[in-house]
């Protein structure tokens, strides 16, 4: 079955997908939460806000060209987020237990990154971190990863595992404001692989391994 609201403003405490295909229109579709465990979410070129946890178990999240805005978490654990030429904005934590992430053109993380054995697919995209105390786990590949900041925080990498940026990274503190990479097991390495273009300044490192040193 297929619900498409139109140009109708729509109202809902959680929305469950388990079947058919849920097409946005043209107004505000509010709801605070997603599940999805089967059939279609379908942006249809629209922003959409969702104000609770998002969470895939199985079916397909069709992004379109229009800014995603995830207001506590997104959490697949099964299924598939289909980005394209528009944004995610992920306001929490970003889990990938299992299915696959097709990240859009641009993916805005505030909480921390933890691929358990799914699969994130970039493409040529920018990946920016724009929150406190962040955390990257599991083994991932970027294409542009960017963090910026003005006050000091730390970015945390899971001990053992490998960050790889495939085109642009920049890592990037203030005067008196340095931005901290750590491991998140003190003395045990975490190891980054930035293959092409790498910018760091006002950045204080412990335990890592550039497995690119000499590019």
């Not at 058919?20 to 999805?36: D, E, H, V």
């Not at 959409?48 to 895939?56: D, P």
């Not at 750590?182 to 293959?195: H, L």
Request: glycine fraction near 12%; hydrophobic fraction near 30%.
């Amino acid at each position: 079955s297929t619900f498409s609201p139109g140009s109708t403003v729509v109202t809902a405490q959680a929305t469950t997908i388990d079947g058919g295909t849920l097409t946005r229109g043209s107004g505000n579709y509010n709801s605070r939460t997603l599940t999805l465990s089967s059939g279609t979410y379908n942006s249809n070129g629209q922003t959409s806000l969702w104000s609770g946890a998002v969470v895939l178990s199985g079916g397909t999240y069709a992004a379109s060209s229009a800014t995603q805005t995830f207001g506590s978490s997104l959490t697949l654990s099964g299924g598939t987020y289909t980005g394209s030429t528009g944004t995610a904005d992920i306001n929490g934590n970003f889990t990938l237990n299992s299915g696959t992430f097709t990240a859009p053109s641009i993916t805005l993380l505030s909480g921390n990154f933890t691929n358990v054995a799914g699969t994130f697919t970039q493409g040529s995209g920018l990946f920016t971190l724009d929150g406190n105390a962040q955390t990257l786990s599991g083994s991932l590949t970027f294409y542009d990863l960017t963090k910026t900041v003005s006050s000091g925080t730390t970015l945390f990498f899971h001990a053992g595992n490998t960050v790889t940026v495939t085109n642009t990274l920049t890592l990037q503190g203030a005067a008196s404001n340095t931005l901290k990479l750590r491991s998140t097991t003190t003395a045990t390495q975490w190891k980054i692989d930035p293959q092409v273009t790498r910018t760091l300044s006002y950045v204080d490192i412990q335990d890592s391994w550039n497995t690119n040193a000499t590019a």
